[in-house]
């Protein structure tokens, strides 16, 4: 079972094999679904500015990359065409610190302030894709006791509740 505390060297994640492997496949899914950043010779997204942004289709990366302004589309599509490659390369950025903190056989992981920091983005923005994909609700916790455990979603409510239990514990230890 994974833990979290302070010690003198920095934040320490002690995490086992089975949880290090779920993390690395939750990580790279994001990264899958983030989408690769965009090659050197577009000149427009090398100073950060999507030539064709658009509201997602998909309700995940609609969740993710929400658009500023509900009532206006077309100053939505305008501030997302400067701001989606950034919020992107963020994403990138923290799924990638954790997956180079990862360790295949579990253990510690000692982490700095601002690689927690970006953990804490990295389980964020996991826990939205999986609270979207599986229609998290407040009511969420009291439908995965009356669940069939042989109902194929139940994973993944599991996994869920983990990546909750892990924000929480880095928040308090952050804080």
């Known amino acids: 079972m994974s833990q979290v505390d302070k010690t003198r060297r920095g934040i320490r ?13 939750l990580m790279e899914q994001m990264l899958a679904l983030i989408g690769d950043a965009p090659g050197a010779d577009d000149e427009l997204a090398a100073m950060g500015i999507a030539e064709n942004a658009v509201t997602p289709d998909d309700p995940v ?3 993710l990359f929400p658009d500023a302004y509900r009532d206006d589309g077309e100053a939505a599509g305008e501030f997302r065409r400067y701001t989606e490659m950034g919020l992107r390369d963020g994403k990138r950025e923290a799924a990638g610190m954790v997956l180079g903190a990862l360790d295949d056989e579990g253990g510690d992981i000692v982490l700095d302030e601002k690689q927690a920091q970006g953990w804490l983005r990295a389980l964020n923005d996991v826990r939205l894709a999986l609270g979207t994909r599986l229609d998290i609700t407040e009511d969420w916790y009291e439908e995965t006791n009356q669940m069939d455990p042989r109902d194929p979603r139940a994973p993944l409510f599991a996994a869920y509740d983990w990546l909750t239990m892990l924000q929480e514990s880095l928040v308090r230890v952050l804080w």
């Open 13 to 25: 994640v002690r995490l086992e094999a089975e949880e290090t492997a779920l993390l690395r496949a």
């Open 61 to 63: 990366l609609a969740r």
